[in-house]
T-cell receptor
């Protein structure tokens, strides 16, 4: 079975641009969560979606938005990029229960110049 | 104070020894607890999860949970050089995972 997939693998943008990151969950998983991981820190929760509805949002500015599609894939959008947005963006999928295990994709490395 | 605290390390052990990794958390409502391993430049890989107080063993790994003390640990027996990585503790409540900043483990041959 395929695991969580993310695209693109790497991305270089300049300040002020916007970016769209994509994620496909494990087959049968209905929940997708997005995390940001900067170097030397643990992943920070951005969003969780379940059955196309936002279930949770972390402490990130409104420049960050996301959505989930009927096939449970998801997009993370970041507008007006700042240098501090440079990070590894991780997508995790789960069945959707409150205690479910989350499985991570390979991540997208975003560099903002 | 961070919600999930881990010693940053680095923790260095010789090959074949037991590595002990510790984690404390602040939210008593936390329901499930996870250990992930992350190699440099890669995404986190699930090692174990634990929901109930006590020990849970899986091969060379043992997770220990004490909800009264808000403490969870991971023991790695017979440590191998391939175990050298950063170990992340994650605490889950209502589907949201909060991570510590990880402990870097080095296993020396």
């Amino acid at each position: 079975d395929a695991g969580v997939t993310q695209s693109p693998t790497h991305l270089i943008k300049t300040r002020g641009q916007h970016v769209t990151l994509r994620c496909s969950p494990i087959s049968g998983h209905k929940s997708v969560s997005w995390y940001q991981q900067v170097l030397g820190q643990g992943p920070q929760f951005i969003f969780q979606y379940y059955e196309k509805e936002e279930r949770g949002r972390g402490n990130f500015p409104d420049r960050f938005s996301a959505r989930q599609f009927p096939n449970y894939s998801s997009e993370l959008n970041v507008n007006a990029l700042l240098l501090g947005d440079s990070a590894l963006y991780l997508c995790a999928s789960s069945l959707g229960g409150a205690t479910d295990t989350q499985y991570f994709g390979p991540g997208t490395r975003l560099t903002v110049l | 104070q961070k919600e999930v605290e881990q010693n940053s390390g680095p923790l260095s052990v010789p090959e074949g020894a037991i590595a002990s990794l510790n984690c404390t958390y602040s939210d008593r409502g936390s329901q499930s607890f996870f250990w992930y391993r992350q190699y440099s430049g890669k995404s986190p890989e699930l090692i174990m999860f634990i929901y109930s107080n006590g020990d849970k063993e899986d091969g060379r790994f043992t997770a220990q949970l004490n909800k009264a003390s808000q403490y969870v640990s991971l023991l790695i027996r017979d440590s191998q050089p391939s175990d050298s990585a950063t170990y992340l503790c994650a605490v889950n409540e209502a589907g949201k995972s909060t991570f510590g900043d990880g402990t870097t483990l080095t296993v020396k041959p």
